[in-house]
């Protein structure tokens, strides 16, 4: 089966300018998953979708990060403006199940790293 | 609230050996994962662990002691291709979020 497709592979821009990340899920998983990874940390997690409705974003700096999920599928997550801190590189990963039953494991996507100069 | 740990960096010997720990604690338990990611590249899943006890995949298990918060990656046979950062995972049982540590880098030497 085709992976998680995710784009751009890398972005650099200036503090205070907007960026957009995309990111299209493995064909019939419901679950879709945006996670930060910042140089020598693990991945955490910005935000999760159940199909197209958020079912956690209690880690997205809303004044500035969106993301959304239109018809379940694609999701787009937004920065706006950027900050040097948001340098990272950007994840995305979707699964079957979200809810802990049938374990097929979180299948993540190359990233896009994020670089803010 | 929740912490990960693991040991920040590794290294071992081809051919050899290799146990990488994780503790854990978090406001509830609803499995660990442990994934493999090259440098400059995506997580991959390795193994799951919901129940005490050993999972055994190839040259990769995987052990989990729920009482105790901890699990264990065992590497067995180890090849230049597994240097790697290895992440262990908690998925928490209350919210269901993927909870991860901060990652084990392993060299592997020949």
């Known amino acids: 089966e085709a992976g998680v497709a995710q784009s751009p592979r890398y972005k650099i821009i200036e503090k205070r300018q907007s960026v957009a990340f995309w990111c299209n899920p493995i064909?019939?998983?419901?679950?879709l998953y945006w996670y930060q990874q910042i140089l020598g940390q693990g991945p955490k997690l910005l935000i999760q979708f159940q199909n197209n409705g958020v079912v956690d974003d209690s880690q997205l700096p809303k004044d500035r990060f969106s993301a959304e999920r239109l018809k379940g599928v694609d999701s787009t997550l937004k920065i706006q403006p950027a900050k040097l801190e948001d340098s990272a590189v950007y994840l995305c990963?979707?699964?079957?199940?979200?809810?802990?039953?049938?374990?097929?494991?979180?299948?993540f996507g190359s990233g896009t790293r994020l670089t803010v100069v | 609230g929740q912490n990960i740990d693991q040991p920040t960096e590794m290294t071992a010997t081809e051919g050899a050996i290799v146990q990488i720990n994780c503790t854990y604690q978090?406001?509830?338990?609803?499995?660990l994962f442990w994934y493999q990611q090259h440098a400059g590249e995506a997580p991959t899943f390795l193994s799951y662990n919901v129940l005490d006890g050993l999972e055994e995949k190839g040259r990769f298990s995987s052990f989990l002691s729920r009482s105790k918060g901890y699990s264990y990656l065992l590497l067995k046979e180890l090849q230049m291709k597994d240097s790697a950062s290895y992440l262990c995972?908690?998925?928490?049982?209350?919210?269901?979020?993927?909870?991860f540590g901060t990652g084990t880098l392993l060299a592997v030497q020949p």
């Open positions: 990963a979707s699964s079957l199940d979200g809810f802990g039953t049938l374990v097929s494991g979180y299948t």
């Open positions: 978090t406001s509830g338990f609803n499995g």
């Open positions: 995972a908690v998925r928490d049982g209350a919210t269901n979020k993927l909870i």
């Open positions: 064909s019939g998983h419901a679950t």
